[in-house]
């Protein structure tokens, strides 16, 4: 017999995978926490609410400042936004949108100026971080110069002094 005769048709997948079906997730959370939110797996964005939202920004960044908005009062959800901009070093576009949120004004506006007070200070504990030390001075050439002269000058003054 040969092995093509023996073979059978495969289901959907490959070898040993199942297929998924509707009913379980596609993504399982960690025993951390939950994963990550894809953009399809996201809520779509209400109207108008990601207006100034730039085209390059990721999507957990939308999904992060979502959540700020949607529970405003929990510092949590605050924490895990400014986390994420810190790592991904993204402070002026989080410090742009709570700075929208401060100059509409309103009950918001005092925990947002806070916040942008927050991210002034991170980004300026990044600077401090990231400042190189200044290169340390060579004065070896000015030291041999000076020497130099000084003991020039020592010789006319030497041979001034013994012609009278």
Avoid: C
């Amino acid at each position: 017999m040969s092995e093509a005769g023996n073979k059978s048709p495969e289901p959907e997948g490959a070898a040993g995978e199942q297929p998924e079906t509707d009913d379980e997730p596609a993504a399982s959370a960690s025993p951390d926490g939950p994963a990550e939110a894809t953009e399809a797996s996201a809520p779509p964005p209400k109207p108008g609410e990601f207006e100034d939202a730039l085209p390059g920004l990721p999507a957990i960044f939308e999904t992060l400042w979502a959540r700020v908005l949607e529970d405003w009062t929990n510092e949590k959800t605050h924490g895990a936004f400014l986390e994420f901009v810190i790592r991904e070093k993204m402070l002026p576009d989080a410090a742009g949108r709570y700075r929208a949120i401060k100059d509409a004004g309103g009950d918001r506006s005092a925990l947002a100026k806070k916040k942008i007070d927050a991210i002034v200070i991170a980004a300026t504990q990044m600077l401090t971080e990231a400042k190189t030390p200044p290169p340390e001075k060579n004065n070896r050439w000015m030291t041999v110069f000076a020497f130099i002269v000084s003991v020039i000058l020592l010789f006319v003054l030497a041979r001034a002094v013994f012609r009278r």
